[in-house]
């Protein structure tokens, strides 16, 4: 093997230990995005405006690169981001938009992994004891991290219900995902999925919130600016497109696992941001969390 050839064989392994954290650390910011343009906007608008900006982005670059569209698969896509984006987003946002504390919706959609283990078998894949202790130990973890921050007092019984919701779309859109449409040309396979979930979720908006050509409902301040062009940007395409390699190249319950760091690394960038406390239980569950991942995800 030649000097040049070794050098991007390292490049291209360290490439691939690297996704999964440049995924964890985008994807944990989704709750800060939602901290930031909540308050300035209902959360179907919000989403819908996400996903636009996604589609205006990323369309041109389609019909300039030439990218190839799933053909024959356009359904499965289609429906894998309507579980995806519309029910997982939709949900956890206009549960915290009714009150459902961040904590809270961050320890029932952390049961993700348990279910898509549960679930594995269905798509093929086997999970191992020692998987099982991991997931079992990722859950612990998330639950010590979030536990000071959750609370119970006046939240409606729809916040936990949408929650639930997101947790049962979310795990059903990876499976089928894995299992229908594992590779695509993430170009053209996410305008498909951002059109179906803007399309999904535009009657809703315009029943629930008033959605119309005025956008009268939301408040254009710098901070909902910020936090529009950072979940178009960052989440939509940059998460998105990692989550979507990962699930083509893994076991699905290797990777809903990382899910489980995504409250640890959150509570992180809420320390740093806006000052919000760490307890020492909150330590020690980020500890267990990545414990838990570390089983699930060795090889």
Known sequence: MSDTTATQATQHTRRQALTPLFFVVLWSTGFIAAKYGLPYAPP??????RCLGAVLILLPVVLLTGAAWPRGRVRHVAVAGLLLQAGYLGGVWCAIKLGMPAGLSA???????????????LIGERVRPRQWLGLLLGLSGVALVVAAKIHLNGLAPVAIALCVLALLSITAGTLYQKRFCPHFDLRTGTVIQYTATALALLPLAIWLEGFGPHL??????????????????????GAIFLLFRLISRNDATRVTSLLYLTPPTTALMAWALFGERLSSLGLAGMAVAVMGVAFVVKK
């Open 107 to 121: 320890l029932i959609v952390g049961m993700q992994p348990i279910l898509t283990a549960i679930a594995a078998p």
């Open 44 to 49: 179907l608008s919000f989403l819908i405006l």
């Open 216 to 237: 009268d409902a939301i408040r254009w301040t710098p901070q909902f600016v910020g936090a529009l062009l950072w979940s178009i940007l960052a989440l939509s395409i």
